[in-house]
């Protein structure tokens, strides 16, 4: 007994890991306060999750965010939505359900021909799978809320909970998991730690503008979004063949994914001709994203030609014009003619050129444009808009396509995207407000980047943040969610650190009790600071005049006009930035500047041996 007590050691302390210090390693996560000398978080979101560092496991801290952010989706999910009360068409809500009823309800031959007028299904087939999918489920529970015609403008309490869920559970199934796996590959990739992750998961997770219009304005981006976050992380894990059917599966989904198929594409390419031709990947990369892009519209046509089959036909229904425009005619009663005319009519629904350059006031180029010069009567005579659009579109995405094949390097990616996605959202076709998510998405997960939490990465991001979801506000307004979008934008702001709560982001610390101290690393450049500030102080007064100012009778969407230049502008800054950065990622201008530098060095030697000679 007494040998087992004398061979007994007691357990060895833990350190404490209450007290903050600032490494390396956590620079971008603790500051130091000039008074008192003592480390502190850097801002709100590191010093919430600084506790759980070292000693929280992360099956236990991810959990946990994730019922954070749900609670914070749900809460928004109480106010309005897109089309309450506001017959007879209401809104995107009731598209969503109207959807739902005629894939529950109707064959699969007349999906994208039925009552076009009213909410005509006009998203590719995976949306309308997922739409028959979740029609089923809420038929099962209630067969009137998804019941043919007599369910339309159907608002009860028990709809609205079932609606709001879907969007919940649809996104925890695709989207989260894609960016906890995106960002902890893309951490780790480049040496981030497991604290700096978890300030970017929430923060990342608790951004105002996609939160606001899939919890409130009521959509399913974040689907779309989802498998185009498991496409890039397909891509950072080697993985490049699941890649392409994770982005077929975006573009599946939503239409607007095609603002990232430029990069992508590029990317792709790239990595198959450099630093070597690899064939095999190409052909299995081509030969992947057809089979893929089949596999999406197998479904649709098994199903039409089964309906074919059994009787129903369609008659007395116009073919699409791309069913027209083909060289060559096809009968009605040939085994091809279903298949073509399913897929020409979902393209001719899904690409609505016929609307116009148009419908609403974005802040994207064309309406800030139409604002001083009238498109439809000086430019449209000249050049067709539909063309013009194409040319501009083509040449903002050049640029970002040729650097990212040339220098297919991951790490670039969400920078290439976020460009490529301004790029359409400015000069495109049909640019709708809710749009704006595509861009901010890349732009966003550049806080899970080795620099993403630094003062420029983090105000450049928030910036854009700020700025996109204040150009939703308008629309957010008309759906009643004034108050959600306060509180989350604020709320976010707070936990980053960003204007109106705090300016410290764009306060040089260590030069404040030093004039004419060379400007610091982690210090923002006096242009970024002016122009962001400027735009903080412009939103506020422009909330200001809208709340208590009515625009003149002439002029009734003065505070909208005024919100999209703006915007507009800021959004070609963005586009800039991202340009910018890329191109400094590339390293492409090194070779250049390293060769004036020799150059310039060269010729200061000759000029020196030269007046060496005139002195002897």
Avoid at 370 to 382: A, C, D, S
Avoid at 465 to 492: C, S
Wanted: aromatic share 12%.
């Amino acid at each position: 007994m007494s040998n087992n007590a004398a061979s007994h050691k007691p357990r060895r302390k833990k350190k404490s890991t209450s007290g903050i210090s600032r490494t390396e390693t956590n620079a971008d996560l603790v500051s130091i306060d000039e008074q008192t000398h003592a480390a502190k978080p850097e801002f709100p979101l590191v010093a919430f999750l600084w506790p759980t560092r070292g000693t929280t496991s992360q099956w236990l801290l991810v959990p946990l965010i994730l019922i954070i952010v749900g609670l914070f989706r749900w809460t928004v999910g109480l106010w309005g939505y897109s089309g309450l009360g506001k017959p007879p068409m209401h809104g995107d809500f009731e598209a969503q359900r109207h959807w739902m009823e005629i894939t529950n309800h109707l064959p699969m031959s007349l999906w994208y021909f039925h009552d076009l007028e009213y909410w005509g299904l006009d998203y590719p087939p995976l949306t309308a799978y997922h739409s028959w999918l979740l029609g089923k489920i809420g038929s099962f529970i209630e067969p009137s809320w998804f019941a043919l015609v007599s369910s339309r403008g159907l608002e009860t309490q028990l709809l609205k909970v079932y609606m709001r869920a879907t969007v919940i559970v649809s996104e925890y199934l695709v989207y989260v998991p894609a960016a906890i796996i995106f960002l902890r590959r893309y951490g780790r990739a480049q040496g981030v730690g497991a604290t700096s992750q978890s300030v970017a998961l929430v923060a990342f997770l608790m951004q105002p503008a996609t939160i606001l219009v899939d919890h409130g304005h009521f959509q399913y981006n974040t689907v779309m979004l989802g498998f185009a976050i498991a496409a890039l992380s397909s891509i950072y894990a080697g993985r490049l063949m699941w890649s392409c059917i994770f982005f077929v599966a975006a573009l599946g989904y939503k239409q607007m994914a095609l603002y990232y198929s430029p990069i992508i594409f590029a990317y792709l390419l790239g990595s198959c001709v450099t630093p070597r031709m690899r064939i095999g990947r190409l052909l299995g990369i081509t030969t992947i994203t057809i089979v893929s892009l089949v596999a999406l519209y197998i479904p649709l046509i098994i199903g039409s030609l089964s309906n074919a089959n059994r009787g129903v036909l369609l008659t007395n229904i116009a073919a699409p014009p791309l069913l027209d425009i083909l060289p060559f005619k096809i009968h009605p009663k040939s085994a091809y003619y279903m298949p073509l005319l399913q897929v020409t009519q979902s393209l001719h629904r899904i690409f609505p050129f016929s609307r116009g350059l148009f419908e609403d006031k974005v802040a994207n180029f064309w309406c800030a444009l139409n604002t001083v010069l009238k498109i439809r009567q000086h430019i449209e005579p000249v050049v067709p808009l539909p063309r013009l659009s194409l040319y501009l579109t083509f040449m903002g995405i050049l640029g970002p396509m040729l650097l990212i094949g040339a220098v297919p390097r991951p790490n670039l990616l969400p920078y290439a995207l976020a460009s490529s996605a301004w790029a359409f959202y400015l000069f495109s076709f049909q640019v709708h407000e809710k749009s704006v998510l595509l861009p901010l998405l890349p732009m966003t997960l550049l806080l899970g980047s080795r620099d993403g939490l630094t003062k420029e990465t983090r105000a450049w991001v928030g910036w854009a943040n700020m700025v996109g979801t204040w150009t939703l506000y308008p629309l957010l307004k008309r759906d009643g969610l004034r108050t959600p979008y306060f509180v989350i934008t604020l709320l976010w702001a707070y936990l980053l650190g960003l204007p109106p709560t705090s300016g410290a982001i764009y306060y040089d610390h260590a030069n404040q009790n030093e004039p004419g101290k060379e400007r610091q690393p982690e210090d923002l450049y006096t242009g970024t600071k002016i122009l962001h500030g400027e735009y903080y102080m412009a939103m506020m007064i422009w909330h200001g005049l809208e709340a208590f100012i009515p625009p003149p009778e002439g002029k009734p969407d003065l505070w909208v006009v005024v919100n999209v230049c703006l915007g507009a502008f800021a959004f070609g800054i963005c586009y800039l930035w991202c340009t910018w950065k890329l191109v400094l990622g590339t390293n492409i201008l090194d070779g250049y500047f390293g060769h004036r530098r020799k150059i310039e060095e060269k010729g200061a030697d000759s000029r020196g041996r030269k007046s060496e000679k005139k002195t002897q």
